[in-house]
């Protein structure tokens, strides 16, 4: 295989060919702006992706599977070998991708991800302000000499927790987990017997919740630290339930880190393995098994997989059927109407962003009671806008998204971008309104 010193717009396009990632897909894996993606689409081999991009280019190719390594080596054959070992320097007629995004972020690390999360923080400062504790609180020693909650005041505090996380209330998480997670190890200690499972099951859902605010937030290494915590107490449960749950926060960690075929496989296993223990005999594990299933077709369409993520989609709605509801069991907020958000996620995606629109015309607001199910719709329908073009309605479908969670716009890195875009790509009154938006939201562009 050959290697590349120095990447050019060229070379990273033909990477996300052989990824089969679309341009958004692909900017998301890398923690990139969508814009700058497409600005080395569009303009090839005049143009030099920034230093920190270069190190996660690098850093992709080298996790890239076989198959994809042949397909980028076929790619960049086809097209200029202009950076191979061996080459001479940079052409000095190449523009440098300053990835200027408008915050001066200089990216001097070379870890995007992080760089992803410092930046959201300081966006979001005012609703986020705890991210730092709440990292102090995973990875410092416990306190067992702190004075231990009951079991039925951890089991209210952690429904706090999954209550305020679904409101997108991520400031008053952020508080519960910090109180929370140290005492944890106390509480452990205090129980013995059939509390035990219990105890565990729910310091599963507490590190469930931690590593989904993590991700909101771009932090995505730590949420699969989180994920792993989750996983790790809900084994020691032996509830099945509870095991199968846990794997959602570690089907979704994994994407976030670029694993998306681990997690296809991990969501699959998970999903088998609650369907042979429990033979779904209960609301409960109909809930959870049908949204680990939505989570398994979301990281097949990542991978450009159409034919795997279809057939989740369609298994997803056989478990919505069966349920017969739309409901919040085991705080999946899974039922049909969940699987058509999903099918509006999914087509967008897979770059169908006329599909997407369709689709979401046809969902029951009604039904989509939760505020973060909600907004992440209308978050959709703004990403699906804006790649079709039609900024006007993309913009009208983020501020519809920004009434129903403010903090859902202002935490998240990925949907700052949306506006970010929309503020470029928009001309004459739409890109003054987008700008206004972003700035009242909080957003720095």
Same mark, same amino acid.
């Given at each position: 295989?050959?290697?590349?010193?120095?990447?050019?717009g060229?070379?990273?396009?033909a990477?996300?060919?052989?990824?089969?990632m679309?341009?958004?897909?692909?900017?998301?894996?890398l923690?990139?702006?969508?814009?700058?993606?497409?600005k080395?689409?569009?303009?090839g081999?005049?143009?030099?992706p920034?230093?920190?991009?270069?190190?996660?280019?690098d850093t992709v190719?080298s996790r890239a599977t076989?198959?994809?390594?042949?397909?980028?080596?076929?790619?960049r054959?086809?097209g200029?070998?202009?950076?191979?070992v061996?080459a001479?320097g940079?052409d000095?007629?190449?523009?440098?991708d300053?990835?200027?995004?408008?915050?001066?972020?200089?990216g001097s690390?070379?870890?995007v991800?992080?760089r992803?999360?410092?930046?959201?923080?300081?966006?979001?400062v005012a609703a986020?302000?705890?991210v730092?504790?709440?990292?102090?609180?995973?990875v410092?020693?416990?306190?067992?000499?702190g004075?231990a909650?009951s079991?039925?005041q951890?089991?209210?505090?952690v429904a706090?927790?999954?209550?305020?996380?679904? %409101?997108?209330r991520y !400031?008053h998480?952020? @508080? =519960?987990?910090?109180a /929370?997670l140290p +005492?944890?190890?106390?509480v452990?200690? &205090?129980?013995?017997?059939?509390h035990?499972s219990q105890?565990e099951?729910?310091?599963a859902?507490?590190?469930?919740v931690?590593?989904?605010v993590?991700l909101k937030?771009g932090?995505?290494?730590?949420?699969l630290v989180a994920a792993?915590r989750s996983?790790?107490?809900?084994a020691?449960?032996?509830?099945p339930?509870?095991i199968?749950a846990?794997?959602?926060?570690?089907t979704?960690?994994?994407m976030?880190?670029?694993?998306?075929a681990q997690?296809v496989?991990? %969501?699959?296993?998970a !999903?088998?393995?609650l @369907? =042979?223990?429990t033979? /779904?005999a209960s +609301?409960d594990a109909?809930?959870?098994? &049908?949204?680990?299933?939505l989570?398994g077709?979301?990281?097949a369409a990542?991978r450009?997989?159409?034919g795997?993520?279809?057939?989740?989609l369609?298994?997803?709605?056989r478990?919505?059927?069966?349920?017969?509801?739309?409901?919040?069991?085991r705080?999946t907020?899974f039922g049909?109407?969940n699987?058509l958000?999903?099918?509006?996620?999914?087509?967008l995606?897979?770059?169908?962003?006329?599909?997407?629109?369709?689709i979401?015309?046809?969902?029951?607001?009604?039904?989509?009671?939760? !505020?973060?199910?909600?907004a992440s719709?209308?978050?959709?329908?703004?990403?699906?806008?804006?790649?079709?073009?039609?900024?006007?309605r993309g913009l009208s479908?983020?501020?519809t998204?920004y009434?129903?969670?403010p903090e859902?716009?202002?935490c998240?890195?990925?949907?700052q971008?949306?506006?970010g875009d929309?503020?470029m790509?928009a001309t004459?009154?739409v890109?003054?309104?987008?700008?206004?938006?972003?700035?009242?939201?909080?957003?720095?562009?």
């Open positions: 295989m050959a290697t590349v010193t120095t990447w050019t060229q070379d990273a396009n990477l996300r060919k052989a990824l089969r679309s341009v958004t897909a692909f900017a998301e894996h923690g990139a702006a969508r814009r700058t993606v497409a080395w689409s569009s303009q081999d005049k143009v030099l920034r230093a920190d991009m270069q190190a996660a280019l190719l076989p198959e994809v390594r042949e397909r980028f080596d076929a790619l054959a086809a200029t070998d202009g950076a191979l061996g001479g940079p000095t007629g190449r523009d440098a300053t990835g200027d995004n408008g915050d001066g972020d200089s690390d070379g870890d991800r992080r992803q999360l410092l930046r959201g923080a300081a966006v979001g986020a302000p705890n730092a504790l709440l990292l102090d609180a995973l410092a020693p416990a306190h067992p000499d004075a909650l079991v039925p951890l089991s209210r505090a706090g927790a999954k209550i305020d996380y679904q %409101a997108c !400031a998480v952020l @508080d =519960r987990l910090v /929370l +005492s944890l190890d106390a452990r200690s &205090g129980v013995a017997g059939e035990c105890v099951v729910l310091a859902e507490l590190y469930h931690a590593g989904s993590l937030v932090d995505q290494g730590m949420a792993e996983n790790r107490a809900a020691k449960s032996q509830n339930v509870a199968a846990s794997a959602r926060i570690m979704h960690a994994l976030g880190n670029g694993h998306d997690a496989a991990l %969501a699959g296993n !999903a088998d393995s @369907d =042979r223990d033979r /779904l +609301s109909v809930a959870v098994y &049908g949204a680990l299933v989570r077709a979301i990281a990542r450009d997989d159409r795997t993520a279809h057939a989740l369609d298994e997803a709605t478990a919505a059927t069966r349920l017969g509801y739309d409901g919040n069991d705080w907020g049909a109407a699987v958000l999903h099918r509006v996620n999914i087509a995606t897979l770059g169908d962003a006329g599909t997407a629109i369709a979401a015309r046809t969902v029951p607001l009604d039904k989509v009671t939760l !505020a973060e199910r909600r719709l209308y978050v959709d329908v703004a990403r699906a806008y804006t790649q079709w073009g039609r900024y006007e479908a983020l501020r998204a009434e129903v969670a859902e716009i202002r998240r890195p990925a949907v971008r949306i506006a929309l503020a790509l004459g009154s890109r003054t309104a987008a700008a206004g938006f972003a700035r009242n939201a909080g957003i720095r562009l």
